[in-house]
T-cell receptor, first 109, second 113 residues
Framework: LAKTTQPISMDSYEGQEVNITCSHN???????ITWYQQFPSQGPRFIIQ???TKVTNEVASLFIPADRKSSTLSLPRVSLSDTAVYYC??????????FGTGTRLQVFP | NAGVTQTPKFQVLKTGQSMTLQCAQD?????MYWYRQDPGMGLRLIYY???????DKGEVPNGYNVSRLNKREFSLRLESAAPSQTSVYFC????????????FGPGTRLTVL
């Protein structure tokens, strides 16, 4: 199982771009990279998923280099409501995913 | 669509008591999951059901049993609750167990005294 390493916490200010990097050196060929967001007292919510290169949706962008050993979640112009825990997951099957402790993002006014 | 619903939202048990956590989804998903989340920790998979009629152990199955009652419902049972099972329990579902978006319920906060 691919293990992921991401920063425990990050601070930012409203309007800034936030980049959260996840390291996954043992990623397998069939593994996808998925990011979830979790607010206090709620279940995680899917943000974005990718396999290689760059993926963008209305919420975030995901950058994956060619060797796929890391990935970066980019949140453009964060607001207070983006304060949450962000999980990077790597795997081909959702019954094998490991959530880890995630990155706690705190956005200040 | 209600998505994934869980009952109850909160529960307090005494050591040795039993209870069943209920989960239902209305998205016609094949796979369903039970996770637990301890304070400051990530989620850990307890059991999952890849399809109706099948269940498999996850990372931390001891002390729990599950039932996939039908395609919509997946219940988690604690036969003899222990303080170590104090946690927040999340149910999730997705179309299949491949790398597919999981949809999570609101959680059940369980305290075992």
């Amino acid at each position: 199982l691919a293990k992921t390493t991401q920063p425990i916490s990050m601070d930012s200010y409203e309007g800034q771009e936030v980049n959260i990097t996840c390291s996954h050196n043992n990623i397998a060929t069939n593994d996808y990279i998925t990011w979830y967001q979790q607010f206090p007292s709620q279940g995680p919510r899917f943000i974005i998923q990718g396999y290689k290169t760059k993926v963008t949706n209305e919420v975030a962008s995901l950058f994956i280099p060619a060797d796929r050993k890391s990935s970066t979640l980019s949140l453009p112009r964060v607001s207070l409501s983006d304060t949450a825990v962000y999980y990077c997951l790597v795997g081909a099957n959702t019954d094998k995913l490991i959530f880890g402790t995630g990155t706690r993002l705190q956005v200040f006014p | 669509n209600a998505g994934v619903t869980q009952t109850p939202k909160f529960q307090v048990l005494k050591t040795g008591q039993s209870m069943t956590l209920q989960c239902a989804q209305d998205m016609n998903h094949n796979s369903m999951y039970w996770y637990r989340q301890d304070p400051g920790m990530g989620l850990r998979l307890i059991y999952y059901s890849a399809s109706e009629g099948t269940t498999d152990k996850g990372e931390v199955p001891n002390g729990y049993n599950v039932s996939r009652l039908n395609k919509r419902e997946f219940s988690l049972r604690l036969e003899s609750a222990a303080p170590s099972q104090t946690s927040v329990y999340f149910c999730a579902s997705n179309l299949d167990r491949g790398a597919d978006t999981q949809y999570f319920g609101p959680g059940t906060r369980l305290t075992v005294l």
